[in-house]
């Protein structure tokens, strides 16, 4: 679902409890609970928890993997509240 450079994609991420739904550009690609995800990652290093050891909350990080990369218009909504 996502769209050649130099468009915009538009992700929504929601997190309600261990309930995690993610879709791109409208079209979901992931809906799970975190703690049935398995713990699949290669060569990572000891120490690091499985995503159903992590918690539940904390921060919010923004990741890019090493290119120029830009975001525009990050919204964050507490679903607690209302």
């Known amino acids: 679902p996502v ?5 915009w994609n538009t992700i929504e991420i929601t997190c309600v409890g261990p309930k995690i739904r993610i879709a791109v550009n409208g ?7 975190q703690r049935e995800i398995p713990d699949l990652e290669k060569g990572k290093p000891k120490g690091i928890a499985a995503p159903k050891d992590k918690p539940l909350k904390g921060y919010i990080s923004l990741q890019n993997h090493g290119s120029t990369i830009e975001f525009r218009k990050v919204q964050v909504k507490d679903l607690t509240k209302g």
């Open 3 to 7: 769209k050649p450079a130099p468009e």
């Open 27 to 33: 079209q979901e690609i992931l809906n799970a609970d």
